[in-house]
Nanobody
């Protein structure tokens, strides 16, 4: 059974950068489309970025486009989220999610395996 573990969160100043990692075990990550979601206090969880199983295709929500980059290293069974130009509105718990899917993002961003999340706080 696929298990996902996020890491790399923390406190960063506005304008700063962080790189999150999502490490997989229990299955070969290369069969799965992966997404990063986030949930801010009092808000619904929102999908931010998706990457296809091969890594050749990506998709971003408007809120992160141009600032965040999703990538993957299937040999290391790991997916990354490089976050630049962070602002306080990016403060949230960030989750990675997986689904065995041949496209980039499943319809309605539906995923069936989730990590436990990592906190990202953007504050001066």
């Amino acid at each position: 059974q696929l298990q996902l573990v996020e890491s790399g969160g923390g406190l960063v100043q506005p304008g700063g950068s962080l790189r999150l990692s999502c490490a997989a075990s229990g299955a070969t990550l290369g069969y799965y489309a992966i997404a990063w979601f986030r949930q801010a206090p009092g808000k619904e969880r929102e999908g931010g970025s998706c990457i296809s199983s091969s890594g050749g295709r990506t998709k971003y929500a408007d809120s992160v486009k141009g600032r965040f980059t999703i990538s993957r290293d299937n040999a290391k069974n790991t997916v990354y989220l490089q976050m630049n130009s962070l602002n306080p509105e990016d403060t949230a718990v960030y989750y990675c999610a997986a689904r065995d899917y041949s496209g980039t993002c499943p319809p309605n961003w539906t995923f069936n395996s989730w990590g436990q999340g990592t906190q990202v706080t953007v504050s001066s």
